[in-house]
């Protein structure tokens, strides 16, 4: 009897995440466990069929529940644990109702079938972001918006889950995906890739990127590399797969083990894209990258990737620690000291610091150059305040007490703190959240 009155009281998730800045993206009432994704692609006509089975975990009495899709993909039908669910689909959000409530902390599978004709979204900052078609497939990066444009899920940086992509494709093409290539299979003309990420993944971290790939799958030094290349850059990559060892191993000597199963990249053929992203496992890149973008993606594997923010306010936790990171590994190969690194960003003109990196203010500023320069320079003025041991130890830490986790800027401060056994509120007011230059 209380059991069905609970019930009766159900009411529905909330429809976005509360993030501030993207505060539709997510969805509340749920905790999702693992994303089994199957999708079928044909790159000429750009036609997506997918099936999402996605098993989670209720947070409150649920009567339904929205997940993200973008409104252009055609949703076909739904279940929730077998039985058909009701669905609706208005803008990004894709509103399911279970034929029966769903009781607080019940395990419960959604299945979603979907197909139609994906599209790139345009990001406040301008920037293209989700299912972008290239000459031969897809370049698919995701931060921050898109994910919602090619599967539905609950798109929070903070509900992290494990994946399996299961994606076929013509014969002469290869889908690359995050996480450990587990099986792949060909008949009827056309070639099943299966992907395992097994490690939690934020879902703006994920991937299938699809084209004429060269792909190779090996060990080198202490890691699983796969790594795809658009055959158009060949001539340039022949190095590629093996420069990613060194990098790791210096970086794991910096701030902890390498947290995945398996590493390596995507090298696309994309310029119209500005960007590379550090999708986990494997970053994915426009063209071949130099010894700067390639450190900074790996960097993320550690800051971004396994410890993630809790909201996109505190994003230079992500960039200006990938940012210094860069610094550390071009000052150890001898391209730049990091004394000089940091010279040059503190020489920026007076715009540049008006915008203090802890505070974007938007979505439209998360990428903005002080979030990379001034994140790493104020990493660089802790390290010099605490000394080195102090800070190598604070960033060990930070990396293991938050491993596939999620953490804030007020939990960095405080860890800083704690290890240096001082106060240190006044050097990360001043140079994360005070515009104006900080003096030295
Ligand atoms: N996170 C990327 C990096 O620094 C950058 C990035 C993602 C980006 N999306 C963007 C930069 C859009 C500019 C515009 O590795
Ligand atoms: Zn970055």
Do not use: C
Request: aromatic share 12%.
């Amino acid at each position: 009897m209380r059991f069905l009155l609970a019930l009766a009281l159900a009411v529905p998730g909330a429809p976005g995440g509360g993030d501030p800045y993207f505060p539709d993206q997510g969805n509340g009432g749920y905790d999702a466990g693992h994303y089994d994704l199957v999708l079928d692609y044909n790159p000429s006509s750009n036609a997506l069929t997918g099936a999402l089975t996605l098993t989670a975990r209720s947070t409150q009495d649920l009567s339904a529940f929205d997940l993200d899709l973008v409104d252009t993909l055609a949703v076909r039908s739904v279940t929730v644990d077998g039985a058909a669910a009701a669905f609706s689909q208005k803008g990004q959000e894709l509103v399911v109702t279970p034929a029966a409530a769903l009781a607080n902390g019940q395990d419960f599978t959604v299945a979603v079938r979907y197909d139609g004709k994906p599209t790139h979204v345009l990001d406040p900052d301008g920037s293209r972001d989700g299912w972008i078609r290239t000459s031969d497939g897809v370049f698919n990066a995701n931060e921050p918006q898109g994910a919602m444009t090619w599967y539905p899920g609950n798109h929070h940086m903070t509900d992290k889950a494990t994946y399996r992509f299961t994606v076929t494709v013509p014969d002469d093409r290869v889908a690359v995906a995050n996480g450990d290539l587990t099986s792949k299979r060909s008949g009827g003309g056309r070639t099943t890739f299966v992907w395992d990420a097994r490690e939690p993944m934020a879902s703006y971290l994920t991937t299938v990127s699809i084209g004429k790939f060269q792909l190779t799958d090996a060990k080198i030094g202490n890691y699983r590399t796969i790594v795809a290349v658009d055959p158009k850059l060949a001539g340039k990559a022949t190095a590629f797969a093996q420069r990613h060892a060194p990098i790791l191993d210096y970086f794991s000597s910096l701030f902890g083990p390498y947290p995945f199963s398996s590493t390596g990249g995507i090298v696309d053929h994309e310029p119209n894209v500005g960007y590379a992203l550090e999708t986990q496992t494997r970053p994915i890149y426009p063209s071949v990258p130099g010894e700067g973008t390639l450190s900074h993606e790996l960097a993320h594997q550690w800051f971004g990737d396994s410890v993630t923010p809790t909201r996109w306010k505190d994003i230079w936790l992500n960039e200006g620690f990938a940012t210094y990171a860069e610094w550390l590994w071009l000052d150890r190969t001898g391209a730049k000291p990091l004394q000089t690194s940091f010279d040059t960003a503190y020489a920026q003109p007076a715009d540049f610091w008006e915008m203090p990196p802890g505070d974007p203010g938007s979505g439209a500023a998360i990428f903005d150059d002080p979030v990379y320069d001034r994140g790493a320079m104020t990493l660089h003025v802790l390290r010099r305040t605490v000394g080195d041991a102090a800070f190598f130890t604070i960033l060990r830490t930070w990396t293991s007490e938050h491993r596939y986790g999620n953490a804030d800027t007020q939990a960095f401060v405080a860890l800083s703190q704690r290890i240096a056994g001082r106060d240190l509120s006044a050097l990360f007011t001043t140079w994360l959240y005070k515009p104006g230059k900080p003096a030295l």
